[in-house]
């Protein structure tokens, strides 16, 4: 079986209207002001994938207020998880401040998702880097 993680890019979010409104140095990600959005997924992957797919973001080097969206997002450990779902308005809201780094999302068919996680794996990047 062959695991594939489609996403466009792994590390960085993807510009075309997905910018985060605070400040980004590589792939650290610091809010400037109170509950800015982190899009973990908006424009993962173009054109858009349709189904059963679980996306993934592994988060390291957290600092401040970092909370995931209410709309069926979770975050515990450094593991930010959701369904494919709207996905524009998904990923984690930032106190003023907060930074993050962030080191691989994904997305993945629910089959693939439950390999990933049988064997421990949360996400990995375009270079094979498992989190």
Do not use: H
Not at 88 to 98: D, E, I, R
């Amino acid at each position: 079986m062959i695991v594939r993680n489609p996403a466009k890019t792994t590390k960085t979010i993807v510009s075309n209207g997905n910018a985060f409104p605070g400040t980004v140095e590589g792939q650290t990600y610091t809010a400037t002001e109170d509950n800015q959005l982190l899009r973990l997924w908006g424009n993962i992957v173009l054109p858009p994938l349709t189904g059963g797919y679980i996306c993934s973001a592994v988060i390291e080097d957290v600092q401040g207020r970092v909370e995931p969206t209410s709309d069926g997002v979770t975050f515990s450990g450094g593991l930010a998880i959701t369904e494919n779902k709207s996905l524009w308005t998904k990923g984690l809201l930032m106190g003023s401040g907060a930074k993050v780094l962030l080191a691989c999302r994904g997305i993945f068919s629910d089959d693939d998702w439950t390999v990933l996680q049988a064997v421990g794996v949360n996400c990995f990047d375009k270079d094979t880097a498992i989190y």
